[in-house]
């Protein structure tokens, strides 16, 4: 290419070589991650919970600029207003559930064991357990909605992927930590996606789908990751068990 | 009304937010914009889930005394910060620094507490707001 010019090649260069080590590093083999006796990646361990890479300490929410745009009559069953009825405003202050994704996303431990046939996802916060069968079976469709909804892994290489469907109309994230006048809500027609991949010893890239066509007019998703805390292992999850001192139901403490 | 002038400041400081997440709403609760810092002695440690409470008394410049509680992180959030059962007890002078109840109420979200020897533990979920 003797036409170029030497600082629109070595542009052009450097721009092959960011695109090779990209595709590099999305194709390369993880080979040194852990895995179970099946090949299969072992996620096996103590996890922080899922959040944007280098962010700390508050429970994740989703981000407003990732989202779909609302179908007509979307926007309100998304946000839900308070009525000032403790019972409708605070549910978790009564030791509600708080559904999944939210209870994923608190600032707390996330423990993973895995088998070839299921993992477990245990996650410290009102120590709500996953059971998730890694088989890829067929949804059921005539059970109840719950809070927690029916999540079904399936392989897709070494990424597991896990379809959550008969969902409960619940909250989706806990966006009402931030907003004391409203909080976002899923609908029943809510199925969740999440993508994990164990990217290194002590990364999964986790990325979320919220496919909910009663609000939103398309799948949208984040990219997320969990880091591993293997000095949580000696100790593993605390207990808490929410009706134990609750001085706030009602969502005014009592003294 | 008069205002108590006594260990107990109530400032105006303007919100640092962040996301609270603890089983009900910090944002409801207690105001960001009402911080408190207080100085007493602990009556009473409840170190239970969902979140640990701790009583504090007190007393002001005519001596009356008022009983504040507050509130702090679950057990498991502190045990794993290195923060056991035994940090805190009654007969323990501290400062406290949190944010008060809405409801105006002698409760607050309990921040930080400081030591007579000036030892201080942070006590608040991890989810919430710290006294600057």
Redesign the interface.
Same mark, same amino acid.
């Given at each position: 290419m003797p036409n170029i010019r030497p600082f629109t090649r070595r542009l052009a260069t450097l721009i092959v070589l960011g695109l090779a080590a990209t595709l590099g590093a999305q194709s390369k083999p993880a080979s040194d991650i852990p895995r179970l006796a099946n090949g299969k990646p072992d996620f096996t361990g103590m996890w922080d919970n899922p959040k944007e890479p280098g962010a700390r %300490?508050?429970?994740t929410?989703f981000d407003k600029a990732k989202m779909a745009p609302f179908v007509p009559g979307g926007e309100a069953l998304f946000y839900e207003p308070?009525t000032g009825d403790p019972r409708h405003?605070?549910p978790?202050?009564f030791?509600m559930p708080?559904g999944f994704p939210s209870a994923f #996303? %608190?600032? /707390?431990?996330v423990q993973f064991i895995q088998t070839p046939q299921h993992l477990v996802m245990s996650t410290?916060?009102?120590n709500v357990t996953r059971i998730i069968p890694l088989d890829g079976r067929a949804h059921k469709t005539d059970i109840e909605p719950t809070f927690y909804g029916e999540p079904v892994g399936r392989w897709e290489g070494d990424t597991l992927v896990i379809e959550g469907r008969n969902y409960k109309r619940w909250s989706l994230d806990?966006w $009402? $930590?931030?907003?004391?006048k409203e909080y976002r809500m899923h609908s029943e027609a809510f199925r969740s996606i999440e993508r994990l991949r164990r990217v290194d010893a002590d990364t999964i890239a986790y990325e979320f789908t919220v496919d909910d066509p009663k609000i939103f007019t398309r799948p949208w998703s984040v990219q997320w990751q969990m880091k591993r805390h293997p000095e949580?292992d000696k100790?593993g #999850? /605390?207990?808490?068990?929410?009706n134990?001192?609750?001085?706030?139901e009602g %969502?005014?403490?009592r003294? | 009304m008069r205002k108590r002038s006594v260990a107990l400041t109530l400032g105006l400081l303007l919100s640092t937010a962040t996301a609270p997440s603890a089983h009900h709403s910090f944002t409801a609760e207690y105001d960001a914009n009402q911080p408190v810092k207080i100085s007493g002695v602990v009556t009473r440690v409840e170190w239970q889930n969902p979140h640990i409470w701790f009583f504090v008394d007190v007393k002001d410049d005519k001596g009356a005394v008022a009983n504040w509680g507050f509130s702090g992180a679950p057990p498991g959030v502190l045990q794993r910060r290195g923060i056991s059962r035994n940090a805190l007890k009654a007969g323990d002078t501290i400062v406290v620094e949190g944010f008060r109840a809405r409801d105006g109420s002698n409760n607050a979200s309990g921040g930080k507490v400081t030591f007579a020897d000036g030892r201080s533990v942070f006590t608040a979920s991890n989810e919430d707001r710290a006294p600057k």
């Amino acid at each position: 290419m003797p036409n170029i010019r030497p600082f629109t090649r070595r542009l052009a260069t450097l721009i092959v070589l960011g695109l090779a080590a990209t595709l590099g590093a999305q194709s390369k083999p993880a080979s040194d991650i852990p895995r179970l006796a099946n090949g299969k990646p072992d996620f096996t361990g103590m996890w922080d919970n899922p959040k944007e890479p280098g962010a700390r %300490g508050a429970a994740t929410v989703f981000d407003k600029a990732k989202m779909a745009p609302f179908v007509p009559g979307g926007e309100a069953l998304f946000y839900e207003p308070r009525t000032g009825d403790p019972r409708h405003d605070e549910p978790r202050a009564f030791c509600m559930p708080s559904g999944f994704p939210s209870a994923f #996303l %608190g600032p /707390y431990p996330v423990q993973f064991i895995q088998t070839p046939q299921h993992l477990v996802m245990s996650t410290e916060f009102m120590n709500v357990t996953r059971i998730i069968p890694l088989d890829g079976r067929a949804h059921k469709t005539d059970i109840e909605p719950t809070f927690y909804g029916e999540p079904v892994g399936r392989w897709e290489g070494d990424t597991l992927v896990i379809e959550g469907r008969n969902y409960k109309r619940w909250s989706l994230d806990d966006w $009402y $930590y931030q907003n004391p006048k409203e909080y976002r809500m899923h609908s029943e027609a809510f199925r969740s996606i999440e993508r994990l991949r164990r990217v290194d010893a002590d990364t999964i890239a986790y990325e979320f789908t919220v496919d909910d066509p009663k609000i939103f007019t398309r799948p949208w998703s984040v990219q997320w990751q969990m880091k591993r805390h293997p000095e949580w292992d000696k100790v593993g #999850l /605390y207990e808490m068990v929410c009706n134990e001192n609750n001085r706030c139901e009602g %969502g005014k403490c009592r003294q | 009304m008069r205002k108590r002038s006594v260990a107990l400041t109530l400032g105006l400081l303007l919100s640092t937010a962040t996301a609270p997440s603890a089983h009900h709403s910090f944002t409801a609760e207690y105001d960001a914009n009402q911080p408190v810092k207080i100085s007493g002695v602990v009556t009473r440690v409840e170190w239970q889930n969902p979140h640990i409470w701790f009583f504090v008394d007190v007393k002001d410049d005519k001596g009356a005394v008022a009983n504040w509680g507050f509130s702090g992180a679950p057990p498991g959030v502190l045990q794993r910060r290195g923060i056991s059962r035994n940090a805190l007890k009654a007969g323990d002078t501290i400062v406290v620094e949190g944010f008060r109840a809405r409801d105006g109420s002698n409760n607050a979200s309990g921040g930080k507490v400081t030591f007579a020897d000036g030892r201080s533990v942070f006590t608040a979920s991890n989810e919430d707001r710290a006294p600057k």
